[in-house]
């Protein structure tokens, strides 16, 4: 969700960063994440037993390489001579639909975990 907020809130920003004397657009950033994995002994006892995985855990934070948009806008500070603008290669659609998957993501495994949690204490309750 942090990388997501910072795209929507760099969408329009011109001077992402300085590279070989100019600036350049702010370049959309993508999570990259891969399953979370354990010793041999935690991945072979997982196999065996077909347990649930245990997580994601994050690679890396890439930046989006699709060409910027170019915009005309003669009157822009950053415009070049012929008057167009780069910007950001950020869609607020997509990021927004990001930001709803994670969010709903999140909101299914904290029902997931109080489903469990609940079913763990009606079970000590039969227990008494």
């Known amino acids: 969700m942090d990388v997501v907020s910072s795209n929507i809130a760099n969408a329009n920003s011109t001077r992402g960063r300085f590279v070989n004397g100019e600036w350049e657009p702010y370049r959309r950033k993508m999570v990259e994440m891969e399953p979370r994995q354990s010793q041999f002994a935690g991945i072979f006892q997982t196999e065996m037993s077909k347990q649930a995985g245990q997580g994601v855990r994050v690679t890396r934070i890439a930046e989006d390489q699709t060409p910027f948009k170019l915009v005309f806008d003669p009157s822009h500070p950053d415009a070049n001579p012929e008057g167009y603008v780069r910007l950001p290669n950020v869609d607020l659609s997509r990021e927004m ?12 495994n904290v029902t997931a975990f109080n489903t469990g949690k609940s079913l763990m204490l009606k079970a000590l309750e039969l227990g008494r």
Do not use: F, G, T, V
């Not at 639909?97 to 299914?108: C, G, H, K, P």
């Open 97 to 108: 639909i990001d930001l709803m998957a994670s969010s709903r993501s999140y909101e299914a």
